[in-house]
């Protein structure tokens, strides 16, 4: 009989799907002996569980002995991307009643973000993201609010990897840059992307407290309506939402 859990669960199962977060942590990819300093688990536990899970697909072994998380993941994400957007929608809509601009919603993924849902706004000239567009991380708003909940090791790590292109002279173009901004994006719980992947548009931006993935809410528009007076509209607004998405996406009891 499987061993259960002090929750009443099944023990081997989280353990499982532990490993795969601490994986994705830490980038994707991750050597045996730092699992084992990173798990409070027995190594042997440890090689049982990626021994059952490499066949499957969920983990794949690279030629320098490391685990990676596995292509069987990919369809797995994908869904419960489309599912977290879809559930988010009617959020999204209600900040652009309030705010009357275009909102979005976006996950980290890997080294960029993805757009996983849109509210247009009814406006003659309005901003407009395709669901499933990917986008750098340093240049966006929804990016910018992601990292600021991350450890700045891992910040690091993803804008070296990625790379800091500037579509326009506004762009933060060096990792100093980046960490001074999102210092201030901390302290003051919003990000603002400032012309900085378009001219002529400003976004406001805000990670969604304690949700399964780093995930951000925006609203964005032109920057002659999208101004200082917009933005003391908009935070407390954003901040109800995010409040709100974070109360949807908290796991219920079974």
Do not use: W
Not at 48 to 62: D, F, I, K
Not at 184 to 209: K, T, W
Not at 212 to 217: G, R, V, W
């Amino acid at each position: 009989m499987a061993e259960r859990a002090a929750t009443g669960g099944v023990q081997s199962v989280e353990r499982v799907f532990e490993l795969l977060e601490v994986i994705t942590a830490a980038g994707g990819e991750m050597s045996l002996s730092e699992l084992s300093a990173t798990v409070n688990l027995p190594l042997p536990t440890i090689h049982r569980l990626l021994r059952t899970l490499v066949p499957s697909g969920y983990v794949r072994q690279l030629p320098n002995r490391s685990y990676a998380l596995g292509p069987r993941l990919i369809p797995l994400g994908e869904g419960a991307s489309r599912q977290l957007g879809s559930a988010a929608r009617g959020r999204l809509e209600q900040l652009v009643r309030e705010l009357g601009e275009s909102a979005n919603m976006a996950v980290l993924d890997g080294q960029q973000v993805v757009y996983i849902a849109q509210a247009q706004s009814n406006r003659s000239m309005r901003m407009f993201t395709e669901v499933g567009r990917r986008a750098d991380t340093h240049d966006t708003g929804v990016g910018k609010a992601i990292l600021a909940t991350l450890p700045d090791e891992r910040v690091r790590e993803i804008v070296l990897s990625a790379g800091m292109p500037t579509p326009t002279e506004k762009t933060l173009g060096t990792p100093e840059a980046l960490f001074a901004d999102l210092e201030r994006i901390r302290e003051r719980g919003y990000a603002v992307d400032d012309e900085e992947q378009e001219l002529g548009v400003r976004c406001y931006a805000m990670a969604v407290p304690g949700a399964p993935t780093p995930t951000a809410i925006s609203v964005s528009g032109p920057i002659s309506r999208v101004d200082e007076d917009f933005a003391a509209r908009a935070v407390p607004v954003l901040h109800r939402i995010a409040e709100e998405i974070a109360a949807d996406l908290a796991p219920a009891g079974v």
